[in-house]
């Protein structure tokens, strides 16, 4: 599965996107992106934490704690269904008018939906009212998030010289665990500070309103950052009267597709492994595993992967973005039926050592490299929008319902082999796209 040749470009590099980038500028414009990554994902994963933990008694009260949990994790798919909105818009806006101006827009949408969740009342106090805002609100954070993951990709891979790009775009990428670190690391402190009683009544709500002051800092490090410089090599170029959603489904449908396909192995295992299990080892039915034991597994396993991304990235460029790609799914499939068991011993020690390996590092081989990856199978005029809509049409179909889907195979089968098995398939159908997806926008 080695790489092969790019295609020729569509049109000559022009002298601005040819020229070497300054290595002091791409490292800092990488700790840009990561930095803004982790804080609008723990923006989004400080949901998927409420909805294992607190969300189902509070905002959707049934007798049963395992019906609780599925409308909870139905909610939490809502966001995956507005994200395809979400980057069909900010990937209009990114292709025609820039990365920076699409990305900020994103950042401040994201932080005011956020904080508003942390000041929603539950349904003891409006009724049905509070599931349905909490909805509505968990869907604008769908939006915006679909709308920054193509940019902060773009951001990071456009400033990046040719043959570093796996390793600088998974900068970006380190956003994710980075986030889960953030959103984790605030729950556990509030749990650990406060008792459990207090902790369902007010306490959970911290970490929403701080949302406001993190997105405050992410602001004001897009500010500082210039626009990449393959955008301003196009811009003049481009046409803002053709819609750049349009053009790119006319020119790239097949890598579209292809992309959706490799990210849907990321998506499926990954909030299987960092939201899902929250709930499946603390369900007093099934482990009764500490909270703040499984949370700590989780952060352990990401801080690992925070640092095992890099290197994935680093692979890539050495050995072929699609043959590390591949490789990871392939080994994470295989992985699954493994992991489960490892699990279901109850042991924290095991479940901390099956998240490092599945999450920390396999799942980093595809994640990794992914922001390259995808970034090359697109030309420029039309990144944003194709690179989105790839993304998150495969976040409606893998990522989506990941955590509803193995909590209802839980349910009709009593098993997790039943979810080893839809990981494994989810990760049948990354390796297979992998291999037959392309590059189209070689390096300039």
Not at 181 to 196: C, E, I, K, Q, S
Not at 302 to 325: C, N, Y
Not at 334 to 360: K, R
Not at 370 to 385: I, K, N, P
Request: glycine content about 10%.
């Amino acid at each position: 599965m080695s790489e092969l040749p790019s295609a020729p470009p569509s049109s000559p590099p022009t002298a601005a996107a040819s020229t070497p980038p300054d290595r002091r500028r791409t490292i800092g414009v990488a700790f840009a992106s990561w930095a803004c990554a982790s804080i609008e994902w723990y923006d989004f994963f400080i949901y998927g934490t409420a909805a294992a933990l607190v969300f189902p008694q509070l905002f959707f009260p049934v007798t049963d704690s395992l019906t609780g949990t599925l409308l909870s994790f139905a909610a939490f798919g809502v966001a995956f269904v507005a994200r395809p909105f979400g980057g069909a818009l900010f990937g209009h806006l990114g292709d025609t008018f820039g990365r920076k101006k699409s990305l900020i827009t994103a950042l401040v949408a994201m932080g005011v939906a956020t904080t508003l969740i942390g000041l929603l009342p539950t349904y003891q106090v409006v009724g049905a009212a509070a599931p349905v805002l909490l909805v509505l609100l968990r869907f604008l954070q769908g939006i915006a998030v679909g709308g920054q993951q193509g940019g902060v990709i773009l951001l990071a891979t456009e400033n990046a010289p040719a043959r570093r790009r796996g390793f600088y775009s998974s900068f970006a990428a380190a956003g994710a665990p980075g986030g889960v670190l953030l959103a984790n690391g605030a729950f556990l402190l509030v749990t650990t500070m406060m008792p459990h009683e207090a902790f369902v009544t007010w306490g959970w709500r911290i970490p929403f309103v701080a949302s406001f002051v993190l997105i405050v800092f992410a602001v004001g490090i897009q500010l500082r950052l210039e626009e990449t410089a393959e955008f301003r090599a196009t811009e003049k170029k481009t046409d803002r009267s053709r819609s750049p959603l349009f053009l790119a489904i006319r020119r790239h449908p097949r890598q579209i597709l292809l992309a959706a396909g490799c990210y849907v192995a990321i998506n499926i295992t990954y909030y299987v492994f960092i939201t899902f299990i929250v709930a499946y080892t603390t369900n007093k039915a099934i482990l009764g595993m500490a909270e703040s034991a499984v949370l700590s597994a989780v952060m352990i396993a990401s801080a690992v992967e925070l640092f095992a991304l890099p290197l994935a990235g680093l692979l890539s460029d050495r050995f072929g973005r699609r043959t590390v790609f591949a490789s990871g799914a392939v080994l994470l499939g295989l992985f699954c039926f493994a992991f489960w068991p490892l699990v279901d011993t109850g042991s924290v020690t095991l479940l901390t050592l099956a998240l490092v390996v599945g999450l920390g590092l396999v799942h980093s081989l595809m994640y990794g490299p992914h922001g390259a990856l995808f970034s090359e199978a697109f030309t420029t005029e039309v990144r944003y929008s194709s690179l989105s809509l790839g993304i998150q049409l495969a976040n409606v179909l893998g990522g989506a319902f990941a955590p509803f889907i193995a909590t209802a195979l839980l349910a009709g089968f009593g098993t997790s082999t039943s979810i080893a098995i839809y990981m494994a398939i989810g990760c049948a159908i990354g390796a297979i796209s992998t291999t037959a997806l392309r590059p189209v926008a070689p390096a300039h």
